[in-house]
């Protein structure tokens, strides 16, 4: 089974779903249309930055297509309801997990008052999905440590430019989060991080360095569908796994691109 851990949709109903303007189209249904064509089976969807902290819209598709999809919701972090607002996102709408938006909200790791969230999605098996910026992995490691019975999936390498290489300072603290077992990364995002020219040979060395750091069963594959239609395409995104990435195992990859997500997503 695949399973695309990362991706977004909104609607072109834009008076019950009212979102800022989308670069292009984005719907439930042309995501299924890619999924099967793709030979992807389920999908992990997360709330669009189009609708800040709206949330219905990722409601209501869970609720439609009960089982296909998993839901990472977005709420404030720092308001004084964010723990309740969590809390009512899982137990009534059957939402998963909770994405922290670092570029977005820029003091999320550093404020004693973001903590009431991770400790209520930590009591409530809510997963945190982190997108963060380069400079923010070693606040996002503090925050990390101090919760460390929380499921955390690092978004998209945590942005840190292939073309620093390996051994600069974010990527190696970006490393040193496999020493925290319930820390996961999403291998993800490649044209925001990665060299854009396929196959990605800078890009490769940065994911063979996570591979051996966190390991297979860390590890999941995601598309950022829509946003890789313009950049390289769903399909390509999905088969670089398969045919560029020769140093994984046949099993690892079968972890990569389904397993591990199962597990995280639908356990």
């Known amino acids: 089974m695949i399973?695309?851990?990362?991706?977004?949709?909104?609607?072109?109903?834009?008076?019950?779903?009212?979102?800022?303007?989308?670069p292009y189209p984005g719907s439930v249904e042309l995501l299924l249309e890619y999924m099967d064509?793709?030979?992807v089976d389920r999908a992990v969807i997360v709330l669009p930055v189009h609708y800040q902290y709206d949330n219905r819209i990722l409601a209501d598709t869970l609720k439609i297509h009960d089982g296909k999809f998993a839901g990472v919701g977005v709420v404030y972090p720092q308001g004084p309801s964010a723990a309740d607002t969590l809390s009512r996102l899982v137990e009534e709408e059957g939402i998963r997990g909770v994405r922290i938006r670092g570029p977005i909200e820029p003091e999320c790791f550093c404020k004693p008052d973001t903590e009431p969230l991770w400790?209520?999605?930590?009591?409530?098996?809510?997963?945190?999905?982190?997108?963060?910026?380069p400079d923010q992995v070693p606040a996002m490691k503090q925050m990390i440590q101090r919760f460390p019975d929380a499921t955390v999936v690092i978004d998209h390498f945590a942005q840190i430019p292939a073309v620093d290489g390996i051994d600069c300072e974010a990527f190696q603290t970006f490393l040193s989060l496999s020493e925290f077992p319930k820390v996961h990364i999403k291998f993800s995002g490649l044209h925001y991080w990665g060299d854009l020219a396929y196959p990605h040979y800078r890009a490769q060395k940065n994911l063979r360095a996570a591979f051996d750091a966190f390991g297979t069963n860390r590890i999941l594959w995601g598309s950022d569908w829509p946003h890789i239609l313009p950049n390289g395409g769903y399909i390509r995104c999905l088969n670089f796994v398969g045919q560029e990435l020769n140093w994984i195992s046949d099993e690892g990859k079968t972890a990569i691109l389904g397993g591990n997500s199962l597990r995280l997503w639908w356990d």
């Open 119 to 133: 400790k209520r999605a930590t009591e409530l098996s809510a997963i945190i999905c982190i997108l963060a910026t």
């Open 37 to 39: 064509e793709s030979g």
């Open 3 to 22: 399973v695309d851990s990362h991706l977004h949709i909104w609607s072109e109903d834009t008076e019950q779903y009212p979102r800022t303007k989308t």
